[in-house]
């Protein structure tokens, strides 16, 4: 699929894959400073992991300087005033500093090289930069240092890959500097580098920041909670008194967890006793010694919607669910007309740019009556979510049941219909009768008959966009990823030298209108909007389904359902309206004649 | 040196099964905590000794499943669904540059067993796709984690070693994942005997 902008800037900010030298950060060990006497290499300085990466790059490094020139003296002065004033290149400032030839030995001259080096820092995705700014920062000050710190931070690939390297380092950054440490608690990539720091015994936080520390691990929950259990019990970090009761709250939360885990591991006798305890603690008659009945209750006590849901619904979960909802996983938001709605999600449906989709049980406001659906969560909100959403409300105005309709849309998430057992029509026609496959063709067309009918183009109509739902009566059709576009909204613009028709919608090249086709259609928009989605669905046919229908069917039933996809991709039949409902008798014909097993 | 715990549940030294189950169970649950995709805590998570994983495969698998367990049944269902994905569809899932694992996760992401159908359907049978931090997904499981981490070390070993884990080319056509893959599953079915 053609990326849309806001998943274009998400591609844009993924960094390159790097190869060859990932350092595993729980083997490396604080280094010791190990510099030989004389030595102008301050590489050795680093622990030995870092300087084996420097040593790799500086292997490269030097058999790429063989093939360069050495440089003359005045060569190399004038290399380093262009370093001074910053405008040096700086392949060239790598390749000669590792080869000595860059002479900045004076205090002076290596702060303007860690400022020159620093400022590359922030587009640069190669390691030799960072790798040799390491061998440098134990002769920045201190101004150098936070501007180091600022542009490792900034980066969220350095962030994440390089910048605790830099607190490894004797003379390195001081994860104990104020700025530092509440810039790293403020985001978990920062965070998550305290606790290797403090088993290297770099870190050793007290007073306020030791507190800070502790709180902020357990606000983001379980990573929080097992990570300052995994300090503790290296006696690495006293628990403090003030987050006790945090701790042993989460502790309690999570060996609860686990007793449910143990109860489910045995269905047989699951729900049995879930009536009995349920009942018990309903009718407060409850033993107070049953483990089942403290573990529900303590669950009641934390999160009373959780325990009702469960108690009301549990016959109709499954154990993933059930230990779902005891362990609170579960996204919450409230809709337009302020309810709360409570997503518990199960397993990832999918995933893309646009964020994530996952399977989840809702419920809505006080109804605990069991819901099912498909929750999409955007990676992050602002303009493209809130389009969504007014398209979610567009959709469901529709009130159509072939198009898949949002149940709940709240300000974080919205609800899509689902079911337990869907398939994407690009893969059920190896897993399904072929009379079901054609039925859900058939289907499909309605979806786009509702678009049309309407004045709305889909636009990325395929396979994949389609899924077959089952539900108790049979299969069921939908087309997915419904974001309609309006005709009269405009469905092309020009590029910006005025040479190029652009779609204005998101798809996929495969199965979308070529440019002689677009800018047939954008002659006279209003008219000919049809063969957008048409043009699609006859690709869908052509390339997924038409080699299907050939080997399942008769050479008469296929004869007639190709027949019916060539009349309709003659440019008389493709850009026109009803067109597509025509196509869909045609093709209803032959489901008829097929037998229902 | 650090040695990671596997989460709360963990300590040195073999592991039963229900302690492999529950390490992936609260793994998992963490790693569903953090929903915005942005996974940490490395340090928590260590590779499960082969012989302690292979006990949990034959306690949370049926017996007459784990007899079976990787049958040319579930896995050219499973190979057959790789050939078939489109170039788009292919570099979604199976991403240039990084690496793949076949494997096999005897419980759910719970860490919970696997209903009766779903063993048969063969969705023990997982295929992560493991990035430059180690991070994972896989056919079972979108949600970003370092289950990849936790597996024997013999599983995350390279196709070369014996291992189950190849690394994906960005010439790699979905025929060349579903036959790396295939390997990988024959070296796999090798260290689960």
Request: proline share 4%.
């Amino acid at each position: 699929m053609e990326p849309r902008e806001d998943q274009q800037k998400d591609t844009e900010e993924r960094m390159p894959p790097m190869t060859g030298t990932d350092l595993e950060l729980p083997t490396l060990d604080r280094p010791t400073n190990k510099r030989p006497a004389g030595s102008d290499k301050p590489d050795a300085d680093i622990n030995e992991n870092v300087t084996n990466v420097a040593e790799k790059v500086s292997d490269v490094l030097e058999e790429q300087t063989v093939q360069r020139n050495s440089l003359s003296p005045e060569q190399r002065e004038e290399l380093r005033l262009q370093v001074l004033a910053g405008q040096a290149e700086l392949e060239d400032v790598i390749l000669r500093y590792n080869s000595g030839e860059l002479d900045m030995i004076t205090p002076r001259d290596r702060l303007a090289l860690i400022a020159y080096l620093t400022s590359h820092l922030k587009h640069y995705h190669a390691e030799d930069l960072p790798d040799l700014l390491l061998q440098l920062i134990p002769f920045a000050d201190e101004r150098s240092k936070a501007m180091i710190f600022g542009a490792l931070w900034e980066n969220q690939y350095l962030r994440r890959r390089i910048m605790y390297k830099f607190f490894l380092v004797d003379g390195g950054l001081d994860p104990h500097d104020e700025n530092f440490h509440s810039t790293l608690l403020s985001d978990i990539q920062g965070l998550d580098i305290l606790p290797l720091l403090a088993q290297r015994g770099v870190y050793k936080p007290k007073g306020e920041q030791l507190l800070s520390f502790e709180k902020t691990l357990l606000e983001h929950k379980r990573y929080g909670y097992e990570m300052l259990t995994m300090l503790i019990d290296q006696k690495v970090l006293p628990l403090l008194d003030e987050v006790r009761w945090d701790y042993e709250w989460y502790k309690q939360l999570y060996d609860d967890a686990r007793f449910f885990r143990d109860f489910l591991r045995d269905p047989d006798t699951t729900h049995e006793q879930l009536v009995e305890v349920s009942h018990s603690i309903l009718n407060e008659d409850h033993d107070m010694n049953a483990p089942l009945t403290m573990a529900l209750l303590r669950l009641q006590e934390r999160d009373v919607d959780s325990f009702l849901y469960l108690i009301e619904n549990y016959d109709q979960l499954s154990a993933d669910e059930i230990q779902n909802i005891v362990e609170g996983i579960f996204f919450e938001s409230v809709d337009d007309d302020d309810q709360k709605v409570r997503a518990y999600v199960t397993d990832t449906l999918g995933a893309g740019g646009f964020g994530r989709v996952y399977r989840c049980k809702y419920l809505v406001s006080e109804d605990l009556s069991l819901r099912s659906g498909a929750a999409k969560l955007p990676h992050v909100k602002g303009y493209f979510f809130d389009q969504e959403r007014e398209n979610a409300e567009v959709v469901r105005s529709w009130n159509s049941e072939h198009l898949n309709t949002a149940l709940a849309i709240t300000q974080d998430f919205i609800v899509f219909e689902s079911a337990d057992n869907v398939k994407s029509l690009r893969r059920a026609p190896n897993e399904l009768p072929i009379r079901d496959t054609l039925r859900s063709l058939i289907g499909m067309i309605d979806g786009v008959a509702e678009y049309q009918e309407r004045k709305y183009v889909h636009g990325d109509l395929k396979g994949e966009n389609v899924i077959l739902m089952k539900l108790e009566d049979g299969w069921y059709t939908q087309v997915i990823d419904n974001n309609p576009l309006a005709v009269n909204d405009g469905l092309y613009r020009t590029s910006e030298n005025n040479q190029e028709i652009l779609k204005n919608w998101a798809f996929t090249p495969d199965f979308s209108t070529n440019a002689e086709q677009d800018a047939y259609i954008a002659a006279d928009a209003e008219e000919r909007f049809y063969g957008i989605d048409n043009i699609s669905l006859y690709r869908m046919y052509k390339l997924d389904m038409r080699e299907l229908f050939e080997q399942n069917l008769t050479p008469e039933q296929f004869s007639v359902i190709d027949n019916a996809f060539t009349w309709f991709a003659q440019g008389e039949n493709l850009y026109r309206e009803g067109a597509v409902l025509e196509l869909q008798e045609k093709l209803q014909s032959v489901y008829e004649s097929l037998p229902t097993s | 040196m650090n040695k990671g715990l596997n989460h709360a549940s963990g300590c040195e030294g073999p592991k039963s099964p229900k302690q492999i189950a529950d390490a992936i169970g609260d793994h998992m649950a963490m790693c569903a905590e953090m929903k915005d995709g942005e996974i940490v805590g490395k340090q928590l998570v260590e590779p499960f000794k082969l012989n302690d994983y292979k006990g949990a495969v034959h306690e949370f698998l049926q017996k007459s499943i784990v007899e079976r367990l990787l049958e040319p049944r579930i896995v050219d269902y499973y190979l057959e669904v790789i050939e078939r994905l489109n170039p788009q569809e292919q570099k979604d899932f199976f991403v240039p540059g990084f690496k793949c694992c076949a494997t096999v996760v005897p419980v759910s992401n719970k860490g919970l067993p696997l209903d009766e159908q779903s063993q048969i359907d063969g969705r023990y049978l997982r295929f992560m796709v493991v990035d430059e931090f180690d991070v994972s997904k896989d056919n079972f499981s979108w949600e970003h984690s370092f289950l990849y981490k936790m597996q024997p070390e013999e599983i995350q070993a390279d196709l070369s070693e014996g291992g189950c884990t190849f690394e994906i080319l960005p010439t790699d056509s979905a025929v060349d994942v579903a036959k790396k893959a295939r390997a990988a599953i024959g070296n796999l079915e090798k260290r689960l005997q």
